[in-house]
Structure formats: structure tokens, C-alpha cells
Antibody, heavy 123, light 107 residues
Framework: EVQLVQSGAEVKKPGESLKISCQAT????????IGWVRQMPGKGLEWMGI????????TYSPSFQGQVTISADKSISTAYLQWSSLKASDTAIYFC????????????????WGQGTQVIVST | DIQMTQSPSSLSASVGDRVTISCQAS??????LSWFQQKPGKAPKLLIY???DLETGVPSRFSGSGSGTDFTLTISSLQPEDIATYYC?????????FGGGTKVETK
């Protein structure tokens, strides 16, 4: 089955680091980019950035550049989103997503989503 | 950045009603628009892409129209399982951007 499986919920303190994952199954990982989308509590969807698993080329949304790091390990078909120092405002659900067609084009249709990872940052 | 403005932000309708949601882009995005449905605690689900193409497996009561800056999602006959929040999203330019969402509830 073609799916994106994300790591479980996390509860962290401000200042801590965190790395969440998104494992692709059922398709050729390097043929599709993986993107990350943030949804803050009760709010809408915000695109954070995209990684090309074939060569780890990354495109960040300007709003998230320098705030997070996106990476991937093609040997285990997994993409990552990480923070070096969490803030309370990072509390959100984070989704990974994939385009409808195999492509390097970043302006294309998002079709497949992971189930989401809840991140709570609180003292 | 291209701003996507949805209206209304919420609506209440009866089962069987025709429901229309609007989405306006701040600049011409041709037909590069998708619609997603999101239920509480779930990931978004693709309904429509390229403004009017129905994703495989999506019921035919959903339809999309528009081009340029003005787009519409229509549910021809609202069903109980359609209760959700709906988002438009443009993919004409980076950064990819979403509308603020329309919450559909039943009367």
C-alpha cells in the first residue's frame, strides 16, 4: 500500500531539540519529493518546505527558513523535520505530503498525506 | 506570496442542500488549484486538482470550477459524511499557499 507513516506524538520543553520522521512505503521514494505542512491548533495549513529525496535538494518557505531543518535518508525511505531549540509557538500538528505524480517540480499537486505528528511544547 | 481567500469561513446547511465555497487568489494562478477536505484529527484529503479534475474515488457530488483568480467548490447534495473543513491551495508559485478554510456544518 502506498502510504506515508509518521512518527508518534511528542511532548517537549522549550529549548529542547526534536526530530520527527515520515517513512514512505509502497512506492519509489526517490521519485517524489516530500513536503512538510504545519497546522497550529485550530488553524489552517501552512507549507514549510520540500526535499527531493534523490539528491536532498531542499526548498524552504521563507516563513520557515532558518527555523527548521528538513532532511531525508533514501536508504530507509524516510524524511525528517527537526528543530534545534523548540519554542511554545512550535506546538502544532505536522504533516508530510507527496505529489500526485513523480516529479521534481515543486509547483505541483499534493495528493498523499501522512497521518500527522502532534508536537506539544510546554513547560 | 500568493494570498488565497476563502469565503465563507463557515456555513451551516441541511443534508441534501447544494453547498458552494469560494476561493480567490491574489493574482492569476491559471488552473493551478486544488481543494482538500479535512475531518477533525485527520490529514487533508485531495478532492479536486487542476481546478476541476476530480481525484479518483471522490464522489461525483463534488465539483470544482474557475480559473485565473476566482474558483468554486460545489457539493451538489450535502451528505452527513461531508461535514468537514475545506481548503483551497494554489500550486502556481512558491511558496505553496492555502486558503484559511471553510467549516461546513449541518443545521
Amino acid at each position: 500500500e502506498v502510504q506515508l507513516v509518521q512518527s508518534g506524538a511528542e511532548v517537549k520543553k522549550p529549548g529542547e531539540s526534536l526530530k520527527i520522521s515520515c517513512q514512505a512505503t509502497g512506492y519509489k521514494f526517490i521519485s517524489y519529493w516530500i513536503g512538510w505542512v504545519r497546522q497550529m491548533p485550530g488553524k489552517g495549513l501552512e507549507w514549510m518546505g520540500i526535499i527531493q529525496p534523490s539528491d536532498s535538494e531542499i526548498t524552504y518557505s521563507p516563513s520557515f527558513q532558518g527555523q527548521v531543518t528538513i532532511s531525508a535518508d533514501k536508504s530507509i525511505s524516510t524524511a525528517y523535520l527537526q528543530w534545534s531549540s523548540l519554542k511554545a509557538s512550535d506546538t502544532a500538528i505536522y504533516f508530510c505530503a507527496r505529489p500526485l505524480y513523480p516529479t521534481r517540480a515543486t509547483t505541483t499537486i499534493i495528493s498523499l498525506w501522512g497521518q500527522g505528528t502532534q508536537v506539544i511544547v510546554s513547560t | 506570496d500568493i494570498q488565497m481567500t476563502q469565503s465563507p469561513s463557515s456555513l451551516s446547511a441541511s443534508v441534501g442542500d447544494r453547498v458552494t465555497i469560494s476561493c480567490q487568489a491574489s493574482q492569476d494562478i491559471s488552473h493551478y488549484l486544488s481543494w482538500f477536505q479535512q475531518k477533525p484529527g485527520k490529514a487533508p484529503k485531495l478532492l479536486i486538482y487542476d481546478a476541476s479534475d476530480l481525484e479518483t474515488g471522490v464522489p461525483s457530488r463534488f465539483s470544482g470550477s474557475g480559473s485565473g483568480t476566482d474558483f468554486t467548490l460545489t457539493i451538489s447534495s450535502l451528505q452527513p459524511e461531508d461535514i468537514a473543513t475545506y481548503y483551497c491551495q494554489q500550486y502556481d508559485n512558491l511558496p505553496l499557499t492555502f486558503g484559511g478554510g471553510t467549516k461546513v456544518e449541518t443545521k
